[in-house]
């Protein structure tokens, strides 16, 4: 007993002197607490970086790196074992050789977004990487290298410009947990190396480009907990093999083109994803359930939602919005959801079928239920959430006036939207956002309903407020400035309001949109926009606003002129009529819209010009040919404006109407593809002016009920792009000009009542426009569609002096080419017959021949 004890102590005191003796050479080639060649490669690689402008490695001096900041060395080896140089604004382009550092196990270079690395070596040791934002587009064998290091465990390559998944034989990482790629540009099928990789926990391939089917190998992943597939392009089927990730917990599909039936791939209950991942399950399903989130939006998928569902007890978030879902859902689908905080079903063709004395388990913040089928009574479950953020029902078929409880459950909503649905009533009282939401903007949008009533008791601290096209009446209150102080948008229109426009407006100074068109609202326009220095659209259109004061004080205020950012001016159906004031085109340079009576000189950037159905006087100046953007209309440029609505796609879209093709027409989304200039319905007199001919992007010219003379501009045909024109109901004179044959996209015209004569210009596309009432009123017309003169006669008019008919000019050079080759063809002959002796023989012969036949 007392030999063996002393055995014992001589194996540990040799076990010891061995360890310190491997210590002692350990240290041999490091000074002080840093290892010599370590320090050397660390020097080296702050050597080559171009840039440190955090000087975040000035500390990098002396012989112990060990004391360097950002360095971390183990105690008594003395070895690296961690480099934290995260955020470090590093910038230039490196070699990252850092393989001498034999011990490391944590690098971190993530978010230094001007740091290119075209080549990667590191020490098998590494369990933990990050380049999260590092450039890495030049390296090519980046795989290679990571397939080096058997103890990695996390691994982070988001947003690193990867276009190469690159391949491996043999998978090398059997310790790899965690593992990011989103965010890079792969443009390729998920490689299959990735499903060789045993222990992955974590995978997170979103926002990469990654295209194709979903391989049926991702069973081998049998330990992932979290799959993030998200924002892709993979489509078909989701593969049957799915339901063998027992242990997946979160799973986001969401914004690829996915299809088939939503409970296909979760069909088999013997598979042992029903312990765990059980959405879209029948209904035997297993105990055990621990999904949290499930993100399946913006696919393809349809079919009835499984009432299983109900069954997901730690269940947080639900997505299934923009898919192809239909059927009812029930309380039973959201029967024991008790931690659920958001419910988004929205583009769907879904029905809500709950009991109106249903109480709910779960106390959400986020609703979003948009297009899907809630009404025709207003939701009563909405009464018991005290804890609403984001409420969004629109076009939900409500039917309904919002309950007096409503009220009560509004302090916390920082979005509401029950836009187009057939809500009825005065406009509900909302109570003011509570204060923990002050950095929030509260949007309300109850446009397209049946709301009546006035805006005299409507309080809210609303930053986004669109009620337009409803039933409202009376004034627009004198104190919106104190109700509602952080305003940004303001969309009252299509109602019935009247009175003035209250000049408390101008005391917002966040107010970015103003749209107050189809009212009926009169007198003059406040002369205090000068304030508003944010404004991007004015929209006061379709009213009845007049009045006859100074400029500076009046209908058309010089407060005006102080709004650089103006995008969008329209007064147009009004009844104004003064004259232009100089300073439009210097101080108004970035509109884009505008119908209002002013000159336009300077306003490169203008695309829509709409001075329609007002009282404007004087001739249309010659330098409207200084529209830059409609003569070289290559670039469509921005034309959704701000602010942006959460849970919205879109930011607000100006709304336009344009009279086009003989029609009027609303132009929202597509208004950035428009370019016009309607005139129409003033007293403009005096000649079109030709210069309007040099833009040739214009696609829509009208010009009608005015008095304007003189000829149709001969050189319209420039207008290449033109596809509507009007002129009609005016004192033009005159031929039509050959030229308007060469518009090859007009496909409306109306020329009527003026005073026109001569033959009507043939043409390929004019062909199309055989309507003989777009030239009544011209009685000296004559020729197709009218079939009413003779071949011999010519047109009378303004035609260019010396400009030769192109079918006159196509003729003469057909018969010139015809003589000429004519001559160069029988000289060539001649020729050949004269130098040669026996070919000449030969035709003599031939002719003998015939002759003698013949004869």
């Not at 402008?53 to 112990?64: H, I």
């Not at 950037?605 to 953007?629: E, H, K, Q, Y």
Request: hydrophobic content about 40%; proline content about 4%; charged content about 15%.
């Amino acid at each position: 007993m007392g030999t063996s004890a002393v055995t014992v102590v001589k194996i540990l005191a040799m076990l010891i002197l061995l360890q310190s003796a491997l210590f002692c050479c350990s240290r041999a080639n490091f000074n002080g607490s840093c290892i010599k060649i370590e320090r050397e490669a660390l020097v080296k690689f702050k050597a080559s970086l171009a840039i440190d402008s955090s000087n975040s490695l000035l500390s990098w001096v002396g012989d112990d790196c060990c004391r360097w900041e950002r360095v971390i060395c183990e105690n008594i080896t003395g070895h690296v074992v961690k480099l934290d140089l995260s955020r470090a604004s590093f910038q230039g382009k490196v070699s990252l050789h850092l393989g001498n550092l034999s011990s490391l196990q944590y690098l971190d270079l993530s978010a230094n977004n001007e740091l290119a690395i075209d080549s990667l070596h590191f020490a098998s040791s590494l369990k933990y990487l990050n380049m999260e934002g590092v450039l890495l587009d030049k390296c090519d064998n980046w795989l290679q290298s990571i397939n080096m290091l058997p103890s990695l465990l996390e691994l982070f390559l988001s947003n690193c410009q990867l276009s190469i998944t690159g391949h491996v034989s043999h998978v090398n990482l059997t310790s790899l947990e965690v593992l990011y790629l989103r965010g890079n540009n792969f443009n390729s099928t998920i490689p299959s190396w990735l499903f060789n990789v045993p222990n992955l926990q974590h995978l997170d391939l979103s926002y990469s480009s990654f295209r194709g089917s979903l391989s049926t190998e991702i069973c081998n992943l049998n330990s992932l907990a979290f799959l993030d597939l998200s924002y892709n392009s993979l489509e078909g089927n989701i593969p049957k093999t799915l339901n063998k990730l027992c242990n997946l917990s979160e799973l986001h599909l969401e914004s690829n083109k996915f299809s088939g039936e939503i409970s296909g791939p979760f069909g088999n209950s013997s598979s042992c994803i029903q312990n765990s991942l059980q959405y879209l399950l029948p209904n035997n399903l297993g105990q055990f359930k621990c999904l949290k989130f499930l993100l399946l939006s913006h696919n393809s998928f349809w079919g009835p939602i499984p009432v299983s569902i109900g069954q997901l007890y730690n269940l947080e978030i639900l997505d299934f919005s923009q898919n192809s879902l239909h059927g009812k859902v029930s309380e039973l689908h959201l029967l024991k959801l008790r931690g659920l905080s958001e419910l988004i079903m929205s583009g769907n063709s879904l029905v809500f079928d709950i009991d109106l004395k249903w109480v709910p388990p779960f106390q959400l913040s986020s609703i979003d239920l948009s297009s899907c089928k809630l009404g025709p009574w207003f939701p009563q479950w909405l009464k018991t959430q005290k804890c609403i953020a984001y409420l969004l029902m629109s076009n939900a078929s409500i039917s309904d006036s919002i309950p007096d409880w409503f009220e009560n459950i509004s302090s916390n909503i920082i979005g509401l939207d029950l836009s187009y649905n057939q809500i009825f009533g005065t406009l509900t009282k909302l109570r003011k956002l509570n204060t923990s939401y002050d950095a929030y903007y509260r949007f309300i949008l109850l446009k397209s309903n049946k709301f009546e009533g006035s805006l005299t008791h409507f309080h809210s601290d609303a930053s986004i407020l669109d009620i337009s096209n409803n039933l409202l009446r009376g004034q627009i209150p004198q104190k919106t400035s104190k109700i509602m102080p952080r305003l940004r948008l303001l969309s009252l229109s299509s109602n019935n309001l009247n009175g003035t426009i209250p000049a408390s407006l101008c005391r917002i100074e966040s107010l970015d949109i103003l749209h107050l068109s189809k009212n009926l609202l009169s007198g003059r326009i406040p002369s205090c926009w000068g304030n508003l220095q944010r404004l991007t659209v004015i929209d006061l259109s379709s009213n009845m606003l007049n009045g006859r004061v100074r400029m500076s004080l009046g209908q058309i205020p010089i407060s005006l002129r102080n709004l650089e950012y103006l995008e969008t001016l329209d007064l147009s159906m009004n009844a104004f009529n003064c004259f232009m004031p100089s300073w439009i085109g210097e101080n108004l340079s970035s509109l884009k819209v505008l119908s209002i009576p002013q000159q336009l000189c300077y306003l490169a950037s203008l695309r829509i010009l709409n001075l329609a159905n007002n009282m404007m006087t004087g001739t249309i100046p010659a330098c409207f040919g200084n529209f830059t953007a409609i003569a070289m209309p290559e670039n469509k440029g921005l034309w959704d404006y701000y602010p942006r609505v959460p849970f919205e796609e879109d930011g607000y879209s100006e709304n336009v109407l344009v009279y086009v093709k003989g029609i009027e027409r609303e132009y929202t989304s597509t208004l950035r593809f428009l370019y016009s200039i309607d005139l129409s319905g003033n007293k403009f007199a005096g000649n079109i002016p030709k210069e309007l001919m040099t833009l040739s992007g214009l696609q829509n010219l009208h010009l009608s009920e005015n008095k304007l003379g003189g000829h149709i501009p001969w050189n319209i045909g420039k207008l290449k792009s033109l596809e509507s024109l009007d002129l009609s109901k005016n004192d033009l004179f005159g031929s039509i000009p050959s030229s308007i044959s060469n518009l090859n996209f007009l496909s409306y015209m109306n020329l009527s009542f003026n005073h026109l004569s001569g033959r009507i210009p043939f043409g390929n596309q004019l062909q199309t426009l055989d309507d003989k009432s777009i030239y009544i009123g011209n009685n000296g017309l004559r020729g197709f569609p009218l079939n009413n003169c003779s071949d011999d006669e010519l047109p009378k008019g303004d035609e260019k002096v010396g400009n030769t008919r192109k079918h006159d000019f196509e003729m003469l050079w057909f018969y010139s080419g015809l003589g000429m080759g004519f001559v160069a063809g029988f000289v060539g002959v001649c020729s050949i017959l004269y130098f040669k002796d026996s070919w000449r023989y030969a035709c003599f012969q031939l002719v003998d021949r015939v002759y003698n036949k013949l004869w």
